[in-house]
């Protein structure tokens, strides 16, 4: 039976070359779960004419398992992801200089519910913005991401927008975020193509142990973000699993302080869902939505080839297989716009955005998701005894716009993370 070791402490420490061990960690991760060391014996079959079923064994092979869970936190994720979606080195937009706010003089008449709008001129990354229709007319906009500039948009394009027309294409009045703002924006494309995933050494342990854990090697081998807004007082989770080569017993090194970022509340989960050849974030899901939840798994595996006389019995290399993440979503039967979708199997563009607090001039904590598929999974369930709720899946398939199953991004005040 595997041997079973909860812990309170983990941290870790990337690796330069993969299972060459790191220490001290450099990363603190507030996370609770179980570290389980595992080992395979081999038991010759017995030929000695007694009654005792083995005469000798030999240890054949060792490595260890371990999860993790806690709250999903913006500031931690970073490196996560570079474990989980891509180990390239990513540089992330400085948010400083993001759309504020925008105004144009005309809004037009008879402007469809679905309309959408993009922006151009000016100069850095653009922002996405939705208008707000009323009564036909261009009434405003949400920002939906701010953007980076260094000079202020200045025209603006319709599509989607039925008998609409005459709304202003010019902008006036665009006003950008102050600057000093400490937001960055993360961008992870789940690497489709190659192994580059980040190998890191973990550590475990409990309070005043004189002893932790030491794990070399250490790979994710699924993430799972969680935001449940009918889940009572519970924030957003976090949870881990993965792998490290055997565990080695060491003297608590030093740990690197703890950085808690900002709690992700539930009630502010976001959910979008587009369909035919609008953007991701066009279209949100309002005042139904009651939990969004994702599995992303990497396809990790473990490799153990012979090394000799004075080799170890732990894996050597790892490969990659094909996987598909996956997000559940759950919503209020309100009408029946999602069981539509579900009913003609219509190819949906998902966003979900699990917000955490203001970090400043508009600019939120969060951690997104994006991702294409057709719902399946149905399955029926109420809402406080009362409102009938749909629960609805997509397995993510692959974007040819995107490159890849899943794009994440994550607005944060972190700046870095070490990339060995």
Do not use: C
């Not at 990513?90 to 959408?116: E, K, Q, R, V």
């Not at 000079?151 to 039925?162: D, E, F, K, L, M």
């Not at 369909?275 to 992303?296: A, F, K, L, Q």
């Amino acid at each position: 039976m595997p041997w079973e070791i909860p812990f309170e402490k983990f941290a870790l420490g990337a690796e330069s070359t993969r299972g060459t061990a790191v220490t001290p960690p450099t990363e603190y991760f507030n996370l609770q779960g179980m570290i389980t060391p595992q080992e395979e014996q081999y038991y010759p079959p017995d030929s000695i004419g007694v009654l005792a079923e083995y005469d000798r064994s030999e240890m054949v092979r060792q490595w260890a398992e371990f999860q993790g869970d806690g709250a999903l936190d913006p500031l931690r994720m970073p490196r996560l992801a570079f474990m989980a979606l891509n180990g390239a080195a990513n540089t992330p937009t400085d948010m400083s200089t993001g759309l504020l706010s925008f105004s144009i003089a005309s809004g037009g008449t008879n402007y469809a519910a679905g309309t959408t709008a993009t922006l151009s001129g000016g100069a850095g990354t653009q922002a996405t913005v939705q208008p707000i229709i009323t009564g036909g007319v261009i009434t405003g906009f949400v920002i939906l991401t701010p953007g980076a500039y260094s000079s202020a948009p200045t025209t603006i394009a319709y599509a989607n927008q039925g008998s609409g027309s005459g709304a202003s294409t010019s902008i006036t009045g665009a006003t950008l975020a102050a600057s000093g703002s400490a937001a960055r924006l993360w961008t992870f494309l789940r690497q489709m193509t190659s192994d580059n995933l980040q190998s890191t050494t973990n550590y475990w342990g409990d309070p005043n142990q004189t002893k932790l854990l030491q794990g070399a090697y250490g790979m994710v081998d699924e993430l799972g973000l969680s935001s449940g807004a009918a889940s009572g007082t519970d924030g957003s989770t976090l949870s881990v699993k993965g792998h490290t080569r055997f565990p080695a017993q060491v003297t608590p090194p030093a740990f690197p302080a703890v950085a808690l970022g900002p709690v992700i509340v539930p009630m502010r989960l976001q959910l979008w869902i587009d369909t035919g050849s609008n953007p991701y974030g066009g279209t949100p899901v309002t005042g139904r939505v009651v939990s969004v939840e994702h599995t992303i798994p990497t396809g990790v595996t473990y490799k153990y080839p012979a090394s000799g006389p004075a080799g170890t019995i732990t894996y050597d290399h790892v490969g990659r297989q094909k996987t598909h993440p996956v997000t559940k979503i759950v919503v209020e039967m309100i009408d029946l716009a999602q069981y539509t979708l579900f009913e003609q199997a219509t190819q949906v563009k998902l966003r979900a955005r699990h917000n955490a607090t203001l970090i400043d001039n508009g600019l939120y904590s969060f951690v997104q998701v994006d991702g294409t598929g057709k719902f399946t999974g149905l399955n029926w369930a109420d809402l406080e005894g009362s409102n009938r709720t749909m629960e609805l899946e997509i397995a993510h398939e692959y974007d040819a716009t995107l490159a890849t199953d899943l794009r994440m991004q994550i607005q944060t005040t972190r700046t870095t993370v070490s990339v060995p």
